[in-house]
């Protein structure tokens, strides 16, 4: 098992499928991600040497991409900020989780 950003990724999942499993990561970024390292997307995690995991993990904290923890936490402060002010979505946040 490899652990990028506190995710596990299965050895034989394919590299492009276990990319948008993280939070923070599309489609159009995983690709990015997969041919700025030639990376085929019918390449597997066990297929990547070491090396490519080590520049998988530098390119993603090279791109500026809000990932897993600061995203989520981005998110709940946005959603604080809208209930604070009283907002129509804001509200709509707190009758969801009323």
Known sequence: MVQIFG????????????????YGINKFQ???L?????IGSDCRINDLSQKY???LLKEIEQ??????????QN???SIK?????K???GMQHVIKNF
């Open 7 to 22: 995710r596990l990724l299965k050895i034989h999942n394919y590299i492009f499928r276990d990319l948008k499993a993280i």
């Open 34 to 38: 997969c041919s700025k390292l030639n």
């Open 75 to 77: 998110k709940k402060l």
């Open 63 to 72: 791109s500026n991409l809000d990932i897993e923890t600061t995203l989520k």
């Open 87 to 89: 907002s129509n979505r």
């Open 30 to 32: 995983a690709h990015l």
């Open 53 to 55: 995991v080590v520049l």
């Open 81 to 85: 900020r809208l209930v604070e002010i």
